[in-house]
T-cell receptor, first 113, second 113 residues
């Protein structure tokens, strides 16, 4: 069965420190991969996406993600976090031709001063 | 991308009543989706609403409880019927732009008392 795993439920990081959020998926072929961010009381905002090509993709707000086929992973990174990066982050995967997304459980990021 | 609005942004309803949530998009789109996000949880797809066809519901969701309308390419409604406290959630609509890329509305926060 298809699945998306975000192993870290909650991450606390100091402002200015680097951040890495993990995402692993289980699909038969290379899926379409996405990271979304949800700030408190808000909808989901698309940070970045991977369809094919260069395995390192750049997104908005200084985020990047790397697709590693051998590890079935699509980890999100930011070199230096800002207090405004405190939010819920969701990894999402699409495959199978139905245009539906499967979401991971989410990772809550807390930024301390 | 697409700009999506939802009405109402939040509501408090009594059990046994129904609430209709509206989703408006600033451009014509074929695919629209409705999700439920229970407190502290990830997103669960309720149904896919493509214009010109009946909504397709996911396992565990039925039309009698969550009727959906899709009268044109820029608008959809989701009704939560005969509500109970277990229906307290955030309800999100999204639009699909092909290749699994989805853009989300701000959500409707529903509390059932």
């Amino acid at each position: 069965a298809q699945s998306v795993t975000q192993p870290d439920i909650h991450i606390t990081v100091s402002e200015g420190a680097s951040l890495e959020l993990r995402c692993n998926y289980s699909y038969g072929a290379t899926p379409y991969l996405f990271w979304y961010v949800q700030s408190p009381g808000q909808g989901l905002q698309l940070l970045l996406k991977y369809f094919s090509g260069d395995t390192l993709v750049q997104g908005i707000k200084g985020f990047e993600a790397e697709f590693k086929r051998s590890q079935s992973s699509f980890n999100l990174r930011k070199p230096s976090v800002h207090w405004s990066d405190a939010a819920e982050y969701f990894c999402a995967v699409g495959a199978g031709g139905d245009y539906k997304l499967s979401f991971g459980a989410g990772t809550t990021v807390t930024v301390r001063a | 991308s697409a700009v999506i609005s939802q009405k109402p942004s939040r509501d408090i309803c009594q059990r046994g009543t129904s609430l209709t949530i509206q989703c408006q998009v600033d451009s014509q789109v074929t695919m629209m989706f409705w999700y439920r996000q229970q407190p502290g949880q990830s997103l669960t797809l309720i149904a896919t609403a493509n214009q010109g066809s009946e909504a397709t519901y996911e396992s565990g969701f039925v039309i009698d409880k969550f009727p959906i309308s899709r009268p044109n390419l820029t608008f959809s409604t989701l009704t939560v019927s005969n509500m109970s406290p277990e229906d307290s959630s955030i309800y999100l609509c999204s639009v699909g732009l092909g290749t699994y890329e989805q853009y989300f509305g701000p959500g409707t926060r529903l509390t059932v008392t």
